[in-house]
């Protein structure tokens, strides 16, 4: 099976813009979750959606906003960038092994904002 | 409030002996742990979990020890080759079926010395 995959893995945006990034899980998936991972607070949880349906939320301002769909693919997106949302965001999909979730993660989209 | 710490940003061991990477939490509802490994460039890849109804799970070279009491988990890779030169997070979860979350810790850089 393909892994998951992330578009794009690199952009540069500015203060005030707002931009979309784009994840595939792998086939079969219907959950995937979103991390931001910045250097001083490691992965931090995003949101999760699950069947088109954000089923669990982390502790991010309301700028932070995702979508799934039908085909599970999900997208995020972050309104009014400021400078300090400038971080690697990962996304995973999830699957069983030895009878526990264990979440696969994409290669990320590195986000400069400047 | 970082509910998982790794308190070593970094690590350095001679290859051929045993790295041992520590983690610890706060949060009495996790109830299973992971670690992931994570190369520049790629996103977080699984490498080996712990149910709370374990306290030891072995694979190959990994080795992860779980002590509820103390609320410390650690894993153990021996012996340590140079390809595991990475980061290392330890992830928790309260595990809720289908709803979980992870809590990340914010990683240990781990360099095997030739």
């Known amino acids: 099976k393909a892994g998951v995959t992330q578009t794009p893995r690199y952009l540069i945006k500015t203060r005030g813009q707002q931009v979309t990034l784009s994840c595939s899980p792998i086939?079969?998936?219907?959950?995937v979750s979103w991390y931001q991972q910045t250097p001083g607070q490691g992965l931090q949880f995003l949101f999760e959606?699950?069947?088109?349906?954000?089923?669990n939320k982390g502790n991010f301002p309301g700028r932070f906003s995702g979508r799934q769909f039908s085909n599970s693919r999900s997208e995020m997106n972050v309104s009014t960038l400021e400078l300090g949302d400038s971080a690697l965001y990962l996304c995973?999909?999830?699957?069983?092994?030895?009878?526990?979730?264990?979440?696969?993660f994409g290669p990320g989209t590195r986000l400069l904002v400047l | 409030d970082q509910q998982v710490k790794q308190n070593s940003p970094s690590l350095s061991v001679q290859e051929g002996r045993i790295s041992i990477l520590n983690c610890d939490y706060t949060?009495?509802?996790?109830?299973?742990f992971l670690w992931y490994k994570k190369y520049p460039a790629e996103g977080p890849t699984f490498l080996i979990s712990?149910?709370?109804?374990?306290d030891k799970n072995e694979d190959g070279r990994f080795t992860v020890f779980l002590n509820k009491s103390a609320k410390h988990l650690s894993l153990h890779i021996v012996p340590s080759q140079p390809g595991d030169s990475a980061v290392y997070f330890c992830?928790?979860?309260?595990?809720?079926?289908?709803?979980?979350?992870?809590?990340f810790g914010t990683g240990t850089r781990l360099t095997i010395i030739p």
């Open positions: 995973a999909s999830k699957d069983f092994v030895q009878g526990q979730e264990t979440q696969y």
């Open positions: 086939s079969g998936h219907r959950s």
């Open positions: 959606y699950f069947s088109e349906t954000q089923r």
């Open positions: 949060n009495s509802m996790f109830d299973y």
């Open positions: 712990i149910s709370s109804i374990k």
């Open positions: 992830a928790a979860s309260a595990s809720n079926f289908g709803n979980e979350k992870l809590t």
